[in-house]
């Protein structure tokens, strides 16, 4: 009875540690662009929130299920096509059509759930690897829908009034809360996931296969669910990613360089962890915008070496380590 | 009848440098268990390896005598100073490492030769040769021979000499093999070297006939999985097959279907042998 009652303790604890840090963190994100009113910095912010987001959404499915997927760039080239299409053809609002990115996102893990998921561990990463280049280069050669290699570009975002002010598109200000109220939200869904029966049945799946299926759990379902959600956000960051840079091709964003990145932000961050990814995050922006300028794709060079590192010497991730040296300091 | 005899010869061809390369895959996954992500940088190194040596005024197949042991000796030491260390804490962390090193090394080749894209011209590659009026480029059909010549070393390799057996019993059971006495942590260092140097030699080999530039071995080692899992990972004759198979559908589909979906067809059929025979076309492959 003690027990339980120190178990509930810990419980109610840890909810409300988990509330002050969202709450602490949604400040900070209000708060940050402040810092320094200067566009370059506002786009390292939106870039740093842009990859959480990525991080976040793969650590769902890679994290916390351990299925690696290679191919999580046709999500986001999904969403962002969906999005700049239903904008440029349909004539839908942006704001409509990043909401149809994620959903198209998801409606096509589905299937591809179906199909990869037969297979397990490595198997399942080279047929995401797969399938993923089967969509970049259906997207390369469906020319009459998606312009090809030429890419789509969006000339103006149409007007929009919140709040009785006109949205100026031209500045980075409203980009970045779009990306920060996505990442919260995808950093939102993480926490609760996690702690849900679901995230239980992901740790299942990950640790033993054989062992959640004999404890009855639809292994299957449960890897397709985890994709679906995970494909959810990425297509709503490709949507993002769209309405941002105004332009999509087929190299930018199916590219299995930008699978790679999904990857390396969530193991450099912190495998199955919700904070992971914006560490994750910071380092690969900041990496890449030290060297791009120096020499071209320099930066992946040392995305290779940091993630040999990571895996070799800190295989919970920074953010892991951090987090237990943190709890080993408080005394739990 | 011409066509389709011309695509299925050259198919062929491409197949079997392609089967090559699965080879190599399958024998280190076979003994191993692990996937090298980075596998197709080690073709990469064999092509622009050819391609120094033909500036240098080498023929690029006769510097497959320096390669070769060249990219061994490199894949042991990968194996022994880094992939030792990381396998035992299990597959996944195996995979994302690889996939480190495979960034790695392609962008230090980017960094290092630039991303120009550069071709070896021989003089005897320029015209075709034309046995019963079917076109067929001599460099390619040099490879063609030198890769069946290599891949089938191998296998006797692995069917005769104790060493082989050792490599084979690994494969089968390193726990069991290891109580018999085999040398693991060695045969291990032998297989990823001989992966490593038959994926150095297929770029060697392919040099002649593709273009080549520092992140080549991207698009081939995405086809090069395929091609494995087509066959069944683990089995070498199912590389083989996989690797021919593979080179004619994507010929044929460039005639029949549309150059600019030829990749795509190789995909949907590996899509396809998934959904219906998981454990490949010969169902020695392992699932789980």
Redesign the interface.
Known sequence: MNNSAIGAAVARKGVFDSRLMGAAGALVLLLAPLAAPNPFFHHLLIMVLFSTLLGVAWNLLGGYA?Q?S?GHAAFLGVGAYATMLLHLKLGWSPWLGLAAGGALATLIAVPIGL??F??????F???T???A??VR??A??WESLTAGPQGLLITQLPELTLFGHAVDWESKLPFYYIAALLALLAMGANHFIAQSRLGAYLLAVRED?DSAEAAGIDTVRTRVVALALSAALVGLAGGFYGLYFRYVDPDAVFS?ALS?EM?FIA?VGGIATTGGPIVGAIFLVTISEVFRER?Q??H??F??????LI??YL?EGIWGKLRALLRLAVGR | MDTLLQSLVSGTLTGTLYAMIAVGLTVVFGVMRI?NMAHGEMVMLGMFGAYWAHEAGIDPFVSLLLWMPAMFAFGMAVQRF?LA??IP?G???T???T??????????A??FWNGDYRTISLDYGMTPARPFGISVSIPLAIAFGLAIALTSALYLFLARTDTGRAVRATAQNPDSAALMGVNVARIDMITFGLGTALAGAAGVLLAPSLYLYPTVG?ILI?KC??IA?LGG?GSIPGAIAGGVLRGVVESLGAVYV?V??K??IG??L??GV??LR?AGLFGVGR??
């Open positions: 351990g690696v290679f199909l990869c037969r297979l397990r561990g490595p198997y990463s080279l047929a690897l797969a399938v280049e089967i280069l259906v390369l050669n296969m299995v790679v990857v193991v020499f794709s320099g992946l060079i995305y290779g070496l940091f993630m040999m895996v070799r295989p | 996937i880094l260390r990381v804490s597959e996944l962390n995979l994302l490492y996939a480190g090193l495979s960034l790695l090394i392609a962008n230090l980017l960094f991207e995405v999985f395929v899992v990972l549309s600019a979906y990749d795509a995909f949907v590996f899509l998934l959904l998981p699932t789980s």
